[in-house]
């Protein structure tokens, strides 16, 4: 067997369906585009048409078959809405991301019951809905994958963690809660921790030299996150390759989390 074919055997996503909300930008753009380049059909799902529509113009001159749907995420009704709309495209997913986020963090005796609403509606909410309209299916199916994208804040407070940090915790509790579940049918679900990484997301710290400067400093490496950094991992965990690994936490953060 040449190396070649024992990678795709792996490796390979050719034949698969992915899911990836938060895809048009940040990490959830590196993503979709790591899960295409693997072979999957990527519908992704974002609020931005701009962007969708961008980003899928980008994965098609690669070569890619992707699509968009363009959705509002933080209530009930939008991802229902949208997880139906995603589903007519291509077909039952059989990969689900959750990247889509928001990031309000005021300080924690300022933070308004709006502002926690709408940080579990979108970070915590909408995974979860995402899942029981998905994850059955996968495990009658005999074989999905799921994939959060979390945070340091899932892990310990700085920088004004606030509800942030809580949905984010909660949300990895969520991934291990979905493993116990549906990992007996082949479905894994884990999910990726990243460090500081420079997209929209982070616009209050990334404009603050001082602040990047620090911050890469405490990883391992010497440098912050780019989206690029989480192509392999998310389609090691979106492959067979990954078919013994659930319920985890997998820091892809340069050794932020251990300096």
């Known amino acids: 067997m040449d190396s070649q074919h024992y990678l795709s055997e792996l490796f390979s996503l050719e034949g698969r369906i992915a899911l990836v ?30 962007e969708l529509a961008a980003t899928v113009e980008e994965l098609s001159a690669l070569g890619c078959r992707a699509a968009r749907v363009s959705a509002d995420l933080s209530t009930r009704t939008g991802v229902r809405e949208a997880a139906e709309q995603a589903a007519g ?18 300080p924690m005796s300022e933070l308004s019951e709006e502002a926690w609403d709408s940080t579990m509606a979108l970070n915590l909410d909408a995974p979860f809905l995402l899942g029981q309209r ?21 892990h310990r ?42 997209t929209p997301l982070n ?39 990954s078919a013994y690994v659930t319920g985890q936490s997998i820091h892809v953060d340069g050794g932020f989390s251990v300096h």
């Open 21 to 50: 909300t938060g895809g048009s930008s940040g990490i959830g753009r590196g993503i979709s585009e790591a899960l295409a380049r693997a072979g999957a059909r990527v519908v992704i799902v974002a609020r931005k048409e701009a």
């Open 89 to 106: 495209v291509f077909g039952e997913p059989d990969i689900l991301v959750n990247c889509a986020g928001v990031n309000l963090r005021p």
């Open 134 to 154: 998905f994850g059955p299916a996968m495990a009658e199916r005999g074989f999905g994958r799921i994939i959060h994208i979390t945070s340091q804040q899932a």
């Open 157 to 198: 407070a700085f920088v004004q963690s606030g509800a942030y940090g809580v949905s984010k915790g909660a949300l990895e509790s969520l991934a291990r809660s979905q493993a116990e579940a549906w990992s007996p049918h082949g479905v894994t679900v884990n999910t990726l921790v990243p460090g500081f990484v420079m």
């Open 203 to 241: 616009q209050r710290l990334s404009s603050d030299p001082d602040k990047v400067a620090a911050l890469a400093a405490r990883t391992l490496t010497g440098r912050n996150g780019l989206a690029a950094d989480f192509a392999g991992a998310a389609v090691f965990l979106a492959s067979t390759a």
